[in-house]
C-alpha cells in the first residue's frame, strides 16, 4: 500500500515562490509515472507538470517558465518548485504516482494515464494575493 505524505504550500504574495513535495512510501516500482494537477475552484482539475522515472518533462503552458518539477528517484519523491507566482495559480494541488508510463511524457498523455492507475495525495492548498 502507498502512502502519500505532502509538504509545501500556503500562501503568498504575488511574484513570491513556493515549494510543493510528496513522498510515495512504499511504491516498489522502478518504472514509473509522476505529475502535479492543480484544481482552481469552480474548475476542473489541470495538469501542470509531469515526469517520468528517467526525467523526461512536460509543462502546462501557464506554468512554462515559472514552475520546475523535480523527482528523487530512490525516495520516490516528487517537488515542485514553484517562481513568480501569480494570483492564477491559487488552487489545490495534487500529486500524483503511477507505475509505468505513457509512450510519451506530456500532459496530454500523462494526465488520463495518472488519472485512471495513480496513488493520488490529498491536495495541497497554494493561495496567491496581490
Known amino acids: 500500500q502507498v502512502h502519500v505524505t505532502e509538504s509545501g504550500g500556503g500562501s503568498v504574495q504575488a511574484g513570491g515562490s513556493l515549494r510543493l513535495s510528496c513522498v510515495f512510501s512504499?511504491?516498489?516500482?522502478?518504472?514509473?509515472?509522476m505529475g502535479w494537477f492543480r484544481q482552481a475552484q469552480g474548475k476542473e482539475r489541470e495538469g501542470i507538470a509531469v515526469i517520468d522515472r528517467d526525467g523526461s518533462t512536460n509543462y502546462a503552458d501557464s506554468a512554462k517558465g515559472r514552475f520546475t518539477i523535480s523527482k528523487d528517484n530512490v525516495k520516490k519523491s516528487l517537488s515542485l518548485e514553484m517562481n513568480n507566482l501569480k494570483l492564477e495559480d491559487t488552487g489545490m494541488y495534487y500529486c500524483?504516482?503511477?507505475?509505468?508510463?505513457?509512450?510519451?511524457?506530456?500532459?496530454?498523455?500523462?494526465?488520463?494515464?495518472?488519472?485512471?492507475?495513480?496513488?493520488w495525495g490529498q491536495g495541497i492548498q497554494v493561495t496567491v494575493s496581490s
Open positions: 512504499g511504491f516498489t516500482y522502478d518504472i514509473f509515472s
Open positions: 500524483a504516482i503511477a507505475a509505468g508510463r505513457p509512450h510519451w511524457t506530456t500532459i496530454a498523455t500523462m494526465t488520463p494515464f495518472l488519472t485512471k492507475s495513480g496513488t
